[in-house]
């Protein structure tokens, strides 16, 4: 039976569906099989994340309103055979809780992973992904206004009765962490009162359009889910010491 996970935030653009995408992409690399669904009806970006956009085929509305089974509407990722897309789509779609509660449970039998994407915010669309899952994971950036509707977001989900709770702080800069500008993951860990699953930085240049490579620090995360070996990325470990101090100089001056 699937695990069922869903990727929220609060705060629109912290990269929800980028980690959705990531840890997918590492789960699926180590033969676990795992179907994203983008419950982000509207904005979906997740193909797009994966490099599935040119790919016609059937979205959750095609299978909510009897169009297609389930099934049917499951694109699989050429390059990664046991990672699956639900799309969603690009019209804005009403769905609520109960309906994609039950589109999920046709899946939970056939994957080992189901990552749901949320939307941004805490309205209905949040709502409805939150409902299908059981566990959550709770990406936030290192910045007070992420920080804030992250602890709403938990809050909502601790209400809805998921407990499994973790978090994925996305856009750490190692720099400005040890100069102490920026949230370390430990205070953020610290006012949210929830464990680390990752710490992923920055990635200049990282690209939305076209396949990703999950980083060190997404394949870590992984495999913390996977309740394999817990290690969490450190980015200031390259920002310490004498040769770190260079370093932050040197980005300083650039
Ligand atoms: N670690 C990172 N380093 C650099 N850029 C990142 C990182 N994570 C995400 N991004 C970029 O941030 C932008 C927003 O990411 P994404 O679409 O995943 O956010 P989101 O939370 O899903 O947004 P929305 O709330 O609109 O659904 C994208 O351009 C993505 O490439
Ligand atoms: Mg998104």
Redesign the pocket.
């Known amino acids: 039976m699937a695990r069922k996970i869903v990727i929220t935030?609060g705060?629109?653009?912290?990269?929800?569906?980028?980690?959705t995408a990531l840890i997918g992409i590492a789960l699926a690399k180590k033969g676990e099989r795992v179907a994203l669904v983008d419950a982000?009806f509207g904005?979906n970006?997740l193909d797009l994340?994966l490099g599935l956009e040119g790919c016609d085929g059937y979205a959750i509305p095609d299978v909510l309103a009897g169009k297609c089974r389930v099934r049917q509407a499951l694109l699989r990722h050429p390059k990664y055979p046991t990672l699956w897309l639900l799309k969603g789509d690009k019209d804005s779609f009403p769905i609520n809780a109960q309906t994609l509660k039950g589109l999920i449970m046709q899946m939970e039998g056939e994957f080992d992973y189901l990552l749901i994407?949320s939307?941004?915010g805490v309205g209905e669309g949040f709502l409805a992904a939150v409902s299908a899952a059981d566990e959550g994971v709770v990406?936030v950036a290192p910045q007070l206004s992420s920080v804030r509707d992250a602890d709403k977001a938990i809050q909502r989900m601790k209400g809805l009765g998921i407990h499994t709770l973790s978090l994925l702080i996305?856009?750490s800069h190692g720099d400005l962490v040890v100069e102490g500008e920026e949230f370390s993951p430990k205070e953020i860990a610290k006012l949210l009162k929830l464990p680390v699953l990752g710490v992923?930085?920055?990635?200049?240049g990282?690209?939305?359009e076209g396949e990703l490579t999950p980083h060190i620090a997404v394949r870590y995360a992984a495999e913390i889910l996977r309740g394999g070996k817990r290690r969490v990325y450190d980015p200031t470990k390259r920002y310490s010491g004498f040769w770190g101090s260079i370093r932050r100089g040197l980005k300083r001056s650039l």
């Open positions: 935030s705060k629109g653009g912290v990269g929800k569906s980028t980690m982000d904005l970006n994340y994407d939307p941004a990406v996305n856009g992923v930085p920055h990635i200049y990282l690209s939305c």
